[in-house]
């Protein structure tokens, strides 16, 4: 008889945003008059922008156009994307190679199918409170996890250390759900850390475009050594609103190797196998948010969720409660007031204030304690919702 994966039965039942969906679905079957503010979700709310959309509708002309038509993409990327990718990175001082470039579907896609370059015997480091994938994926492919936790006491940017010892290190900055992000000392420490045990970084940068601080870095290969150590995961989805369009792009420096193997074209050798490449459509939709306007354009989305985040502070300042995260973040980790636990506050602000959050035991163990807003929602909604937070918790 066929074995199946059995890993799969490793995994925890996966109950945060079930678990929200259920609580707000009886609250309001209970008090249908009530209206929810919701502060929880992390997806857009803005449409994609204009010069995105004309680049879509061209698009699906040219597939109308015997001329002009596409048939099968190269699978690592649209030769033309991935040069106005590297371009992108060459404004911040970074020099790669078009090939060193790849286009994919999203970070979520990538973050799991580049688990097929590592060994399963190869162990895994998350920085806990995390994006629950890292673990599920790893958990799938029976990889030893190694969780390293993080708190308030190093603002959840944890130095590496003995304990932190593991052959994939999972690094996201800006992080979700707490909005750290990691400067360029810290960042580099953990580049050093990782080619001194011959580790590789998986760098999360999905949250990059939200950086104000521009001593932050945007991407791992600011720093030096980041190319012997690190692949770069990078999504438009909230840069540019493609959560439902879909897309992102992926670094692989052809000076990652490890047991004389490089990891660029591993890579290589793996999309030509398991891809057949990403639409033409969403390619030349994608290539759009790179020129002046289409740049200029996300911008403006993104200061819309940064006005959202300034609102929130702003009530969480005024309250003194403490929290990260905001400013270079579409995510605010806040401390739960009165030493209440995350689901006690769930529970607690959508009965009194019909606001709905994250609870922070949702993203690890040491998430416990610490509630997560999401930026991301309506403006209206998001100023009532600072309005009632600052009312319920005044003292
Ligand atoms: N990485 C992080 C840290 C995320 O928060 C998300 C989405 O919320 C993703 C990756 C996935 O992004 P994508 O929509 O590109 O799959």
């Not at 990327?77 to 001082?93: F, M, N, S, T, V």
């Not at 994006?131 to 708190?151: C, S, W």
Request: proline share 5%; glycine share 8%; net charge negative.
């Amino acid at each position: 008889m066929i074995t199946p994966n059995t890993h799969y039965a490793d995994l925890k039942e996966s109950y945060l945003f079930y678990n929200i969906a259920q609580k707000t679905k009886a609250y309001l079957e209970e008090h249908p008059e009530k209206h929810l503010y919701r502060m929880g979700i992390g997806d857009v709310s803005l449409p994609l922008c204009d010069a995105v959309i004309t680049a879509l509708h061209e698009a699906v002309d040219d597939q109308a156009d015997k001329e002009r038509f596409h048939g099968y993409m190269p699978e690592c990327g649209d030769p033309g994307l991935r040069e106005i990718l590297a371009a992108h990175y060459a404004k911040r001082g970074i020099h790669l190679s078009p090939d060193e470039v790849f286009v994919s579907s999203g970070a979520s896609d990538e973050l799991g199918d580049i688990l097929d370059l590592f060994d399963r015997s190869s162990s895994a480091l998350v920085i806990e409170p995390a994006y629950p994938a890292y673990v599920d994926a790893n958990v799938m492919a029976g990889r030893k996890i190694v969780h390293l936790p993080a708190g308030k006491e190093n603002g959840f940017l944890p130095e590496p250390d003995e304990n932190a010892k593991a052959d994939i290190l999972y690094i996201c900055s800006p992080n979700n759900p707490t909005g750290a992000v990691f400067n360029r000392e810290q960042l580099q420490r953990w580049i050093d850390f990782a080619n001194a045990n011959g580790s590789v970084i998986l760098f999360d940068a999905a949250y990059e475009a939200f950086i104000e601080d521009e001593t932050l870095p945007h991407s791992i290969f600011e720093l030096e050594g980041a190319r012997t150590c690190a692949i770069e995961i990078c999504s438009l989805s909230k840069t540019a609103g493609f959560t439902g369009t879909r897309l992102g792009y992926t670094v692989i420096p052809s000076d990652l190797v490890r047991a004389g193997m490089k990891f660029n074209e591993m890579w290589v050798r793996n999309r030509t196998t398991k891809t057949n490449g990403v639409s033409y459509i969403l390619q030349k939709g994608g290539a759009a948010v790179f020129t002046p306007e289409g740049h200029q354009q996300i911008m403006e989305n993104i200061r819309f969720y940064k006005e959202n985040a300034a609102i929130l502070m702003e009530a969480l300042d005024q309250l003194g409660i403490w929290y990260c995260g905001g400013k270079n973040a579409p995510y605010i980790w806040m401390e739960c007031p009165d030493g209440m636990g995350s689901w006690e506050l769930f529970d607690y602000l959508l009965k009194e204030i019909q606001v709905v959050g994250t609870p922070g035991e949702g993203f690890g163990a040491c998430g416990e304690g610490y509630f997560r807003f999401s930026t991301f929602g309506n403006r209206e909604d998001t100023i009532e919702a600072a309005r009632r937070l600052k009312e319920l918790f005044v003292k």
